[in-house]
């Protein structure tokens, strides 16, 4: 676990899971470009905790195809290269089928595959347009158990995961040849603003309790996840989709 000489450009790293994968890299000597949507400040303060030297910040609009693409050259440029990638930037909001407008339940699907899905994909796109060419490289989904327990009340949001989990396997078998391992992590409820209102609402205690453990996972329960994927050794893992979810929800 040792990421000295390697770049890492995680999304959404202004806070939340990002800012604890951020961190997590950098603690194992890897040189972080943490990426930001809207808020700089925080952006800034997610750096002040990187420990280690030759991090960085940008800006990108993940559901601006053109942005991304300057947000890569940006790092490459910067920071000499792209060693791995983390699509860990998302969104997620309700829009229960049969409670709202026929033109929200669009804004929200719209809005949320452009961003959750073909932004990763697009910042997929040109890392690999880079690592190909440069010995290889490692893409790391951030994907959610709501993709295979289904999200009632965020048909689009689990939606978007599931296309991420389908898309991390296709290209895990498109890019393996040049050496580019993708792999997708799934974690169950996590202790985050964009669980919060949740977490904190009346329906916290039943949401702990979905896992034997009776807590939901932290950020740096899934950046754990993140950073093995992006280990020497774990190349054969590629394809893979790992839960991170307490034994909340489980597959076969
Ligand atoms: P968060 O809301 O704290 O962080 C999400 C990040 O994505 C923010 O930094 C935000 O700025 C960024 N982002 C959103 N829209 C963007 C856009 N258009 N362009 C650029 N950046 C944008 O949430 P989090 O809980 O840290 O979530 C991180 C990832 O983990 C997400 O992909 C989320 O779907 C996934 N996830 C979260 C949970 C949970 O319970 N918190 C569970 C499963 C999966």
Known sequence: ??????????TGASRGIGRSIARQFAQRGGRVAVHYHQNEEAARATLALLPGEGHHIVQAD???????????????AQMGGLHVLVNNAGIYDDHPPLSISYADWQAS????????L?????AAYCAAQHMKD???GRIINVSSRGAFRGE??????????AGLNAMSQSLAKALAPHNIFVTAVAPGFVETDMAAELLNGPQG???????????VATPD???YAVVFFASAGAEFMTGAILDVNGASYLRT
Do not use: E
Not at 62 to 76: E, G, N, S
Not at 109 to 116: A, F, G, K, L
Not at 118 to 122: E, Q, R
């Open 109 to 116: 699907w719209m809005r949320i595959v452009q961003t959750n």
């Open 134 to 136: 440069h010995g290889g």
């Open 152 to 161: 009632p009340d965020s048909p689009a949001y689990g939606a978007s995961k």
């Open 62 to 76: 993940m559901a601006d195809a053109d942005a991304i693409q300057r947000m890569m050259q940006t790092v490459i």
């Open 205 to 215: 205690d039943a949401i702990r309790a979905q896992s034997p453990l009776n807590r």
């Open 1 to 10: 676990m040792d990421f000295s000489g390697q770049v890492i450009l995680v």
């Open 118 to 122: 073909i932004g990763a994909a697009n």
């Open 221 to 223: 329960d899934v950046a």
